[in-house]
Structures are given as C-alpha cells and as structure tokens.
C-alpha cells in the first residue's frame, strides 16, 4: 500500500486532539518507551511536555551520541534553475511572481561545483524550481554526470518524476532525492498551490516511494513549517517516515525541519511555531526515530543551529545560497525578469552599468556563516564536520 492510500486513515486530528489533552504523567510514560507509536509521538509533542522540554534534551542527546556519534554530515545546495510553472503562495520561484530567472548550462553547472568543491563539500543537493522545459530529464543526467567528476554524493531537490523517469539519473550517479510535502493538510496544501501539476497531492505525497523504486539510496522528506497547525504537519511526518522504514528499507530516511524564511511575493506564514517548540519536535522525532537523519538549513539562525546540533541534528547545510549561479555569478549574462511564466523584455541598462543582474534566490537565509567557519564552530561544540562519507567504490 502506498503512502497516499494509508494517510486516509490516519487519525491526524484525533493525534492533535490528543497531543492537546495530554497529561504530564502520559508524556514520562511515552518518553521511556523504547519503540514509540504515533500516540506517544503526539504526547511528546504536546504542551504537556513542554515542562519536561530539559529531559526529553537529554535523552535525545544521549541516544544521539549512541547511534550518530560526534560527527555531523555537511552538504551545499546547488541550483540549477529558478524557472518554475508552478503557482505556490508560500515560494519565491512561484511562476506569478515577476523575479530574474535563469537556468544553468552544465558547464556553469561545473563552475558551482568547483567553488562548493573548494569550500570542502563531496555532498552537493541539485535544487531547480519545476519546470520540464527547462530541467529536462536529459539535462539532469548531463549535470549529475558533470558533478560525479568532483562530489561522490549527489542528491536532487527537483519535481517528482515518474519511477522510469528517476532511473537514468540514479544510472548517472545521484544516489539521494528530497521531496517536501510542504504541508501534509489537504485544504492548505488545495489554497496554496494554485496552478502547475504540483496541485496534485497524492502524486507528490507518493514521490519518495517511486524514488526508492528507481533505485535511490538516501529519502528525505519534511513539511514546510508556517502553512498549517504544526503538530498535524509534525504528526504527518513522523507517519509518513515509519511507512518508509517500512516499505523502503533498504534506503536511509532523512527528515528536515524548514521554516519559512521571506522571499519574493511577500508571504506571510499562516501559523507559527517557535524555537522552543522547533526544539521539542528534533527531540521528539530523535525519540521516535533513533536511526533517523535530521537535517537543519541555513534558513535557521547560527546561535539556533549551534544550539540544536548537540540535540539530534545529523546533517546540515553551511554557507548556502539559495539562487542559480549564487556561489560564482554564473548565469548572470542570461538573467531575464518573467512574470506569469512570461519573459518581460528587459528595459536598457543605465549608463555606465557594468555588473549584471543576479538571478532571485528562493528565500533568505538567516545563517549566513562560510562553511569553514561553520565547521570550526562544529569542532569547538566537539563535533567532527563529515564532508564525504559515500564513495561509489564501496559498491563497485
């Protein structure tokens, strides 16, 4: 049974009723169990719990340390285009919003990759906005094979894809793919994605299983946290990631932990949830997931993430940027503002303008430390940063 077919049946409001009526004494109950369900999950996310916030630290630390070690993975996104034909509310590259666009050749593709290479990543995520006339199947191969030269792990961050469509990107090299949900409520996820073959739910709530099928090693999946009430999104995540467990376990499950950040089109979060709750959910989800990769973003602040690595964090991105050509200016000669999926005549240059326009980035950042000192500031927290930790020689 796929994913889509068992989240019918999930009783995520009855979970969030629960999480909400909870008792003190039911949360210490949960804590010590040593295979949570989703009851317990919801007990370990309530308001109930938040007093115990101290000790469920702890213990998420200590079973950290026992399946992770000192060690936290970094990786770099690299996009490759801010075309998209989508239309999402919440989303910088949203097809309605007039911003610069470009896609990269493969060969600026390359240059990306070599100044992420020089800043000491082997672990690089491809990020493009949706767009098949652009992010074509063949151009994907052509960029991962690019990559392949430089970067033993290669993930992808694109638009969901048949199963046949992921394999000759699996056959190039990439061994991980990352697909949100963005928000596991079907009425918000119907508001907020207004255009584009993105509008179908199921097919992208499916996404992860057909990836698996083609063959992909590592899944990551997560919910954009500001669309919808947060326990039934982190409640959604925590199912959806025992069903991969179950189904694809021969792959290694990520799950990440995004809050919106401002981008282009001005979007205003819908809900909220704060750092202390943030918190509680990686403690949580360590608690429910002991094998489980939690992955933090540069969207998070230094001292938040500096704060959270020590409490069930695994993976992270350091030194990002969130647009196409963002790490060298690659692609700036191809720069054009598009407004519904429309290219606008660029109007003339000002006299003596010598500096192209850069592409626009699919959000803000909020940790905008370089690499090198993200990773001294790992060292000093007594964590060793992990740039490479996959070669394809381990299974040649």
């Keep these: 049974m796929s994913f889509a077919s068992e989240f019918e049946k999930l009783p995520l409001n009855d979970l969030v009723a629960l999480s909400l009526q909870t008792t003190r004494e039911a949360v210490v109950e949960s804590m ?15 308001p109930a719990a938040s007093p115990l916030l101290e000790t469920m630290c702890q213990r998420s630390r200590e079973l950290t340390l026992r399946r992770f070690g000192r060690v936290i993975r970094l990786f770099a996104p690299l996009y490759l ?60 191969a052509e960029c991962i094979t690019a990559l392949r030269e430089m970067a033993p792990s290669v993930s992808l961050e694109v638009g969901p894809m048949e199963a046949a469509e992921y394999r000759p990107l699996v056959e190039a090299g990439a061994e991980g793919l990352v697909v949100y949900q963005e928000t596991y409520d079907r009425a918000v996820y119907d508001a907020m994605h207004t255009a584009g073959p993105k509008r179908n739910f199921d097919w992208r709530l499916d996404t992860a299983e057909r990836a698996y099928a083609a063959g992909f090693r590592r899944l990551g999946i ?35 932990l995004p809050r919106l950040r401002p981008c282009a089109g001005e979007f205003e979060p819908l809900t909220h949830i704060s750092d202390r709750e943030l918190v ?13 990769g939690l992955v933090l973003s540069t969207r998070e602040s230094p001292a938040l993430r500096d704060g959270l690595i020590p ?55 909020a940790d905008e430390r370089p690499a090198a000192e993200v990773a001294d500031q790992l060292r000093r927290l007594g964590y060793e940063p992990v740039w490479k930790d996959w070669d394809t020689a381990l299974t040649s």
Excluded at 32 to 44: E, N, T
Excluded at 226 to 247: F, K
Excluded at 322 to 336: I, L, M, R, S
């Design 32 to 46: 010590a169990k040593p295979r949570p369900g989703l009851a317990d999950f919801a007990r370990l996310i309530s």
């Design 81 to 140: 285009s801010n075309e998209c034909i989508n239309n999402c509310r919440y989303c910088g590259f949203s097809r309605d919003n007039p911003i610069m666009r470009v896609t990269l050749s493969v060969e600026e593709v390359r240059r990306e990759a070599r100044a992420i290479v020089a800043d000491g990543f082997r672990n690089v995520l491809l990020v493009s906005g949706e767009h098949p006339k652009f992010v074509s199947g063949t151009y994907l």
């Design 222 to 256: 997560g919910a954009l946290y500001g669309l919808s009430n947060w326990r039934l999104e982190a409640l959604a995540v925590a199912a959806h990631a025992r069903h991969l467990l179950r189904e694809c376990w021969k792959a290694s499950i990520t799950i990440s």
């Design 280 to 292: 509680q959910l990686v403690c949580a989800l360590r608690l429910m997931f002991p094998d489980v």
């Design 311 to 365: 409490l069930g964090i695994t993976l992270i991105s350091a030194g990002s940027h969130t647009e196409p050509g963002g790490y060298t200016g690659a692609g700036k000669e191809n720069v054009h503002l598009t407004e519904r999926g429309r290219i606008l005549s660029p109007g003339p240059e000002p006299v003596g303008a010598s500096v192209a326009k850069s592409a626009t980035g699919q959000f803000q950042i």
